[in-house]
């Protein structure tokens, strides 16, 4: 088992920048595939960032370049850093981590979640 718990989220104004922090406990999540999901109210989750055991990244397009995505194994710890914030980035985020050998990017595919963090951003 592996519990999951988020912090960092907060009101921002646009342009603005937050860090979030998943911190994993129960068992190392070192060799788990960790990711960031986001669900706005009325709206699926959505994947937003993910990184495999050994580093590799993957990005949502509508985050590429603004966000990004990183882990600590020393400390079982994965960081979502989030720079120019729009309203639409609005949503809570969840953490996740996956017994998968690949790096899935469904939230289907993922085995543990966090309870998420609020992130508001205001125009």
């Not at 960790?34 to 706005?40: E, H, P």
């Not at 709206?43 to 580093?55: D, P």
């Not at 985050?63 to 914030?85: C, E, P, Q």
Request: with cysteine; hydrophobic share 35%; proline share 3%.
């Amino acid at each position: 088992q592996v519990q999951l718990v988020e912090s960092g989220g907060g009101l921002v104004q646009a342009g603005g920048s937050l860090r979030l922090s998943c911190a994993a406990s129960g068992r190392t999540s070192s060799n788990l595939h960790m990711g960031w999901f986001r669900q706005a109210p009325g709206k699926e989750r959505e994947f937003v960032a993910a990184i495999s055991w050994n580093g590799g990244t993957a990005y949502a397009d509508s985050v590429k370049g603004r966000f990004t995505i990183s882990r600590d194994n020393a400390k079982n710890t994965v960081y979502l850093h989030m720079n120019s914030l729009k309203p639409d980035d609005t949503a809570v985020y969840y953490c996740a981590a996956t017994i998968y050998s690949t790096m899935p990017l469904s939230p289907a595919m993922y085995n543990y979640w966090g309870q998420g963090t609020q992130v508001t951003v205001s125009s």
